[in-house]
């Protein structure tokens, strides 16, 4: 009987040592789909349907000496709802899926020889993920998706029967903009920059129309000038306005990027370069000038960082007269200019 009890008891302690095999879990599916490609002069984009994942939810390892870019879920097992792609642009080769030996799926996009680097961004609503592969350069300095800044595209706001903002007594805002942008072309012309000015004579053009020669010019920065101020300060001091990530967030909820979303990925940019204006600005102006983040949805066509300058209050007198002097105009034009200089070098403090 004891020898009975104690084989009894040596079992139930292997027993209760022993590991209890339970059936594992599959990681939930997460479907992904591809919405398409844009290419650019200067680089290729993907655009990805993460299927209501947030993209933070992804890996992207980049294999340059495999010249790939793969794409998978961290948590989660892949299903993708599309066939392969092939012969994209010279950048991107195709897309294909990849699957390794403990049975990993993945999205491999294929690159050509003149593949470069990759930029990743998102989108929201839905979630989706932006693959930009630039092209491959040798130009030194900043560059933007794959080009240097050598074009710049000047905007002088409003013209024709748009006057903007006016004071008695002095010049509409219309004509102060069209002088200051004019200005502003010959310096940087002087400096080696080649310039598009989006009007050059007291015409009314249509944002639409002023984003489409920008791009059609394949312009590398976009500056718009105005001196309407008074929209969010009460100070006479310039203002320097981004456009906000919300305007990018919204369009087409099955479909590749909207016209509303492909200057997403710019924004950093935009943000340095208002950055390098205000310092140029502020030694020039009595007043500090300000950097406001606002909703432009007229910009969110470009292909290129933008901002919007508003030179002044003309509400102010005290600007108002200031702006109706060629030579505070010309110091003006030339604070932009070294502004768009110091951008270029590639100073991203």
């Not at 492909?262 to 205000?278: E, G, H, I, T, V």
């Amino acid at each position: 009987m004891i020898r009975i009890l104690l084989a009894f008891t040596a079992f139930l302690l292997i027993s209760a040592s022993a590991p209890v095999c339970m059936p594992q879990e599959e990681p939930p599916l997460v479907e992904v789909r591809y919405l398409g490609s844009h290419s650019y002069a200067g680089f290729t984009r993907l655009v990805f349907d993460t299927g209501g994942v947030a993209p933070d939810g992804f890996k992207i390892n980049f294999v340059p000496e495999r010249r790939q870019v793969v794409l998978y879920p961290q948590s989660r097992l892949l299903s993708y709802s599309f066939a392969p792609v092939e012969d994209v642009d010279d950048i991107v080769t195709g897309i294909d899926f990849v699957e390794d030996d403990a049975g990993k799926r993945g999205i491999v996009a294929n690159l050509g020889p003149g593949a470069g680097d990759v930029v990743q961004s998102y989108l929201s609503e839905p979630y989706r993920l932006v693959l930009d592969i630039r092209k491959k350069t040798s130009v030194e300095g900043y560059l933007p998706y794959g080009r240097p800044v050598r074009t710049v595209a000047i905007d002088p706001g409003h013209g024709g029967r748009n006057a903007g903002r006016g004071a008695q007594g002095v010049r509409a805002e219309k004509d102060i903009a069209l002088d200051t942008a004019i200005r502003l072309k010959n310096i940087l012309t002087k400096m080696g920059y080649k310039t598009v000015l989006t009007r050059s004579n007291d015409s009314d053009i249509s944002m639409d129309g002023r984003v489409g020669m920008a791009n059609n010019q394949k312009a590398d920065l976009f500056i718009s000038i105005h001196a309407s101020g008074g929209n969010f300060t009460n100070g006479a001091g310039p203002e320097i306005f981004v456009p906000d990530a919300e305007d990018f967030t919204t369009g087409p909820k099955n479909g590749p990027l909207s016209w509303g979303e492909q200057n997403a990925p710019y924004l950093p940019d935009s943000m340095r370069l208002s950055r390098k204006l205000w310092d140029a600005l502020k030694k020039i102006e009595a007043g500090q000038p300000v950097v406001h983040n606002v909703r432009l949805a007229g910009f969110s066509g470009l292909a290129m960082p933008a901002v919007m300058v508003e030179l002044g209050n003309l509400d102010n007198q005290a600007k108002a007269g200031l702006l109706s002097e060629d030579s505070f105009r010309g110091k003006v034009a030339d604070s932009l200019a070294r502004g768009i200089a110091e951008f270029s070098k590639g100073d991203h403090d």
